[in-house]
């Protein structure tokens, strides 16, 4: 109808219908590409340059629903199998928890000074269940805590069961069991379930979102020897899933790998394949190669004329060194697999650098390189570097220290532990007798005569407290510290009869000048 209703206008008025045609010229292509002309965003146009990204609004366990599972056992290869891989877990762990986030009971009297007894009580008791705290015997709570920071930046989560025990041998009758999260149920139970709640990837959750139980398999589901076995519920209060929450609803974790799965592998095969170039081309070679020798000529060995040594080893390769014969009237030619100087270093450093990133470790600490820094772009990394792990730090204490601590002091308590309050009295004030702060270890100074004098004068302007600054430094308690101190001055004095100066200033005036010494003769003799 369009082309009938065209050629009728051509026919009377030809510039009216070349009038009609640019418009529908211009028309149709502003359909064809509405997409461009409508959109506010340039982040949202759908043209040649990326037509094929292509994405959809899910919500975040649907997006993990099919990926997860690949993203961790991926990840897992990673660390097994790459060394950058592996530092990231290094150092994740040994900056996040190194050998221990430690407790310290703060509880206090009814007129507000700390109840040192029970303080001293708890934390002895507390010394003797972390060595044991790990119900197959193997790790302290301490080293569970590395082991828990591993498998959250590796497999994206870690989940540990708190079981009571009758041993009576304990310091008290509970001990975590590590759980590996292959083991929770994957999408064969998902879904909606007769009690109204519904299960995802084997978390359960009620209307809330709320966690209420886990099904987990037996044991794991590929194991040596495993058969066919169905998952089992458990209550969730005896449980601890930790995660680092990334997108609101998100019932699992994953991997901190994620990001740089594609960047690490191409590192490994960035390398491998420098590797074989630098060895291919350090084969400097000399081939004897005949003048007369006709179209059957054929590299012989030393003596066989099968393309092999006396040995038995093919000339089909090149090593370093080798010399490959002809026939008689033989000419030698080199063989130099020379190749351009590569740019890898710089490539390394730009790869290296992109896996910092997606894993919130500077090139220094992930590298162990700092042949590029000074003390001010050092301390600078080192800062960035210690604001996450403080993060971190803080999701361990919250998920995982906070609450083994109240269940460790409710127990001590029900099992009436020596020195502990009754147990209505405990109940009656809960977070009073549970009070408590955790020490996360600190980190050494860069320069250390630089730093002591910043906290000297930050305490004495008021701009920090010893205790905070105690903790900065490697997570002691200040008020351990001054009683050591007391002892030490007292056994000076008591056993060694010396009053032990106050200050440095006093230090270095205490120091006698030495006499002079009049001076016989002078010259030679």
């Known amino acids: 109808m369009s082309n009938l209703v065209d050629s009728v206008i051509g026919y009377f008025s030809p510039g009216a219908a070349l009038k009609r045609m640019q418009y529908r010229r211009v028309y149709d292509y502003a359909n064809r590409n509405k997409d461009l002309v409508q959109r506010a965003y340039d982040a949202a146009k759908t043209d040649r340059m990326n037509a094929n990204w292509r994405t959809s609004n899910q919500s975040a366990d649907l997006e993990m629903q099919d990926d997860a599972d690949t993203v961790r ?48 009580t708890i934390e002895e008791l507390w010394s003797r269940f972390q060595r044991e705290a790990d119900i197959t015997g193997r790790l302290s709570f301490y080293e569970m805590q590395g082991l828990i920071v591993s498998e959250i930046v590796e497999a994206g989560e870690a989940l540990i069961q708190i079981v009571e025990t009758k041993d009576r041998s304990r310091a008290v009758p509970f001990a975590l069991e590590m759980i590996d999260v292959d083991r929770l149920a994957g999408s064969e139970l998902y879904g909606e379930q007769p009690n109204g709640h519904e299960v995802r990837r084997g978390i359960e959750i009620d209307a809330t979102g709320k966690t209420v139980a886990y099904w987990l398999y037996p044991y794991h589901p590929n194991d040596i ?35 740089i799965l594609s960047w690490c592998r191409n590192l ?133 220290c906070i609450p083994v601590w109240e269940r460790f002091v409710s127990l001590a308590v029900a099992h009436g532990a020596d020195g502990m309050p009754g147990s209505s009295e405990f109940i009656a004030n809960f977070h009073e007798w549970t009070r408590h702060e955790w020490h996360p270890p600190g980190w050494e100074w860069v320069d250390p005569k630089k730093e002591v004098e910043a906290v000297e004068k930050a305490i004495g302007l008021g701009l920090s407290t010893l205790a905070k600054e105690t903790i900065k430094r490697d997570g002691s308690d200040w008020r351990s510290n001054i009683k050591q101190r007391g002892i030490e001055k007292d056994f000076i004095a008591e056993e060694i009869g010396i009053e032990e100066p106050e200050n440095a200033e006093e230090q270095t005036e205490a120091i006698e000048e030495p006499e002079e010494v009049e001076q016989v003769g002078s010259g030679t003799d």
């Not at 994740?92 to 303080?119: M, T």
């Not at 066919?228 to 901190?256: C, D, K, W, Y």
Request: aromatic residues 6%; proline residues 5%.
């Open 225 to 259: 020897n495993t058969t066919r076995i169905e998952p089992v519920r458990h209550p969730a209060e005896n449980f601890i899933h930790m995660f680092n929450v990334l997108r609101v609803g998100q019932t699992r974790g994953i991997s901190a790998f994620a990001p």
């Open 268 to 400: 490994n095969r960035y390398t491998d394949n420098e590797l074989t170039s630098s060895t291919i081309a350090s084969c400097f070679s000399v081939a004897i190669k005949s003048i007369s020798a006709g179209a059957d000529s054929a590299i012989v060995g030393d003596s066989t004329d099968d393309g092999t040594d006396e040995k038995g080893n093919s000339f089909e390769y090149l090593e370093p060194g080798i010399v490959a014969r002809l026939f008689p009237d033989e000419d030698i030619e080199v063989i130099d697999p020379s190749r351009n100087q590569s740019n890898s270093v710089a490539w390394l450093a730009l790869m290296q650098r992109s896996i910092g990133v997606g894993t919130g470790l500077s090139y220094e600490r992930l590298t162990r390189d700092y042949s590029k820094t000074n003390y001010s772009s050092n301390r600078a990394a080192d800062l960035e570097d210690r604001r996450e792990f403080k993060m971190e730090q803080q999701s361990i204490i919250r998920q995982l």
């Open 73 to 120: 056992s991926r990840a897992r290869d990673l660390v097994r199998n790459d060394a950058y891989a592996k530092g990231v877990v290094l150092a994740k762990v040994r900056n996040i928890v190194g050998p221990g986030i430690k407790p310290q009971s703060r509880v206090e009297l009814p007129s507000g000074e700390p109840n040192e007894k029970f303080n001293d």
